[in-house]
T-cell receptor, first 113, second 112 residues
């Protein structure tokens, strides 16, 4: 059963706390992406990776960090430096190329206590 | 920066009617893609149209692309209540830049 999974579905962050969102895929995709979605808004790219052990900043990388130690996994850490972390976070994966599409996970909703 | 801009922001129609959503973008593209998002869920890819294509069909979906006007439209024919969702256009541009840039979406409500 191929797909992309995200956990947890809901996550609560306390002031000054770092939290990590999980993203796993078994589609054998080289590229993985993290997006942030605010209410009524489109998706904004946080970080992306097109190969293991390499990743690039997206449009809104400040306050976030990632790692890509395995092809299947691309965890996102929301650090305490991200002052407005409440949002819906979406992970996606895909093949690398000019005519490729992306496959999305179900998302993690992060709320601040 | 958000490349695509959808119009209208919200659209409400009756079941059986056609729904048309538009997308405009600013810079040259490799392709334009449409995605659907049900409330609180991830996005699902619907259709991709390459920059050298003008029209593409998939089931009840018809997409057009006018690169001279930097615009695209998504037509859903004979809509159903299950088509209720947000629809996003996303552009992929550049020679080696394979990132997608998403618009803010159109919220489509199909009333039974």
């Amino acid at each position: 059963d191929g797909g992309i999974t995200q956990s947890p579905k809901y996550l609560f962050r306390k002031e000054g706390q770092n939290v990590t969102l999980s993203c796993e895929q078994n589609l054998n995709h080289d590229a993985m992406y993290w997006y942030r979605q605010d209410p009524g808004q489109g998706l904004r790219l946080i970080y992306y990776s097109q190969i293991v052990n390499d990743f690039q900043k997206g449009d809104i990388a400040e306050g976030y960090s990632v790692s890509r130690e395995k092809k299947e996994s691309f965890p996102l850490t929301v650090t305490s430096a991200q002052k407005n972390p409440t949002a819906f976070y979406l992970c996606a994966s895909g093949r690398v190329g000019p005519q490729e599409t992306q496959y999305f996970g179900p998302g993690t909703r992060l709320l601040v206590l | 920066s958000q490349q695509g801009e959808e119009d209208p922001q919200a659209l409400s129609i009756q079941e059986g009617e056609n729904a048309t959503m538009n997308c405009s973008y600013k810079t040259s593209i490799n392709n334009l893609q449409w995605y659907r998002q049900n409330s609180g869920r991830g996005l699902v890819h619907l259709i991709l149209i390459r920059s050298n294509e003008r029209e593409k069909h998939s089931g009840r979906l018809r997409v057009t692309l006018d690169t001279s006007k930097k615009s695209s439209s998504l037509l859903i024919t004979a809509s159903r209540a299950a088509d209720t969702a947000s629809y996003f256009c996303a552009t992929m541009g550049g020679v080696s830049n394979y990132k997608l840039t998403f618009g803010k979406g159109t919220l489509l409500t199909v009333n039974p």
